[in-house]
C-alpha cells in the first residue's frame, strides 16, 4: 500500500533555532516528492519538488534532502521565524499513471514561538 | 502566488441545501483537481478533470459532482448537504512539465460546515 508517514505530528520551537522534519514514503514507482506549506484556512503552497536523481535542494531558509534508496526525505528549516508557523506536508508523486498520482501526509504542525 | 480562486472561503448551510463551490484558475492549466481536508488529516483526491469535458472521480468517494465547460472553471456542487459534508475542500491545478514532475498550484480553500 502506497503510504506516506511524517514526524514528528507537531514542533515547538523557539524563534531562531533550526528544525528538521522527517518524511518516509513506501509509493511506489517513486516519480517525486514535494514539500508544501500549508498556513492555517490556506491551500498548501508548494517548497520543493525532487526528482530521482536530486538528493537535496534548497528554497531560502529551507533545505529538502532526498534518500530514494531508503525512501526518506527530511525538510530542515533554518534560523526559525514566527511567519513559519504552519503545517508542513510530505507527498509523494509516482509514475504509474499519466495523473502522476500525488501521496499526501498528515503534515508536520510547527510553531515557532518568540 | 498563484492564480486560483475559490468562492466562498466559508459557507454555512443547513442540511439538504444545494451548494455548489466555485474554483477558478487564470494560468491556462489543463488539469484540475477537487481535495478534501479534515483537520490534522492528509488530503484526499475526490475528483479531476485532464481537461475541457473531462471529469474523474479520485480516491475518496464523495457524493458530490464536478463540471468543466470551460478550462479555466472547475465547479463542485453537493445536490442535497449533510452534515458529514462538513469539511475543507480545496482546489488545484497543474499543467504538465515532465511525467510527474508538474508543479500543483491550491486555492484557498472553501471551509464548509453543514448543520
Known amino acids: 500500500k502506497n503510504q506516506v508517514e511524517q514526524s514528528p505530528q507537531s514542533l515547538i520551537i523557539l524563534e531562531g533555532k533550526n528544525c528538521t522534519l522527517q518524511c518516509n514514503y513506501t509509493v511506489s514507482p517513486f516519480s517525486n516528492l514535494r514539500w508544501y506549506k500549508q498556513d492555517t484556512g490556506r491551500g498548501p503552497v508548494s517548497l520543493t519538488i525532487?526528482?530521482?536523481?536530486?538528493n537535496t535542494k534548497s528554497n531560502g531558509r529551507y533545505t529538502a534532502t532526498l534518500d530514494a534508496d531508503t525512501k526518506q526525505s527530511s525538510l530542515h528549516i533554518t534560523a526559525s521565524q514566527l511567519s513559519d508557523s504552519a503545517s508542513y506536508i510530505c507527498v509523494v508523486s509516482d509514475r504509474g499513471s499519466t495523473l502522476g498520482r500525488l501521496y499526501f501526509g498528515r503534515g508536520t504542525q510547527l510553531t515557532v514561538w518568540p | 502566488e498563484a492564480d486560483i480562486y475559490q468562492t466562498p472561503r466559508y459557507l454555512v448551510i443547513g442540511t439538504g441545501k444545494k451548494i455548489t463551490l466555485e474554483c477558478s484558475q487564470t494560468m491556462g492549466h489543463d488539469k484540475m483537481y477537487w481535495y478534501q481536508q479534515d483537520p490534522g488529516m492528509e488530503l484526499h483526491l475526490i475528483h479531476y478533470s485532464y481537461g475541457v469535458n473531462s471529469t474523474e472521480k479520485g480516491d475518496l468517494s464523495s457524493e458530490s459532482t464536478v463540471s468543466r465547460i470551460r478550462t479555466e472553471h472547475f465547479p463542485l456542487t453537493l445536490e442535497s448537504a449533510r452534515p458529514s459534508h462538513t469539511s475543507q475542500y480545496l482546489c488545484?491545478?497543474?499543467?504538465?512539465?515532465?511525467?510527474?514532475?508538474?508543479?500543483?498550484?491550491f486555492g484557498p480553500g472553501t471551509r464548509l460546515t453543514v448543520t
Open positions: 525532487m526528482t530521482f536523481s536530486e
Open positions: 488545484a491545478s497543474s499543467e504538465s512539465v515532465r511525467q510527474g514532475a508538474y508543479e500543483q498550484y
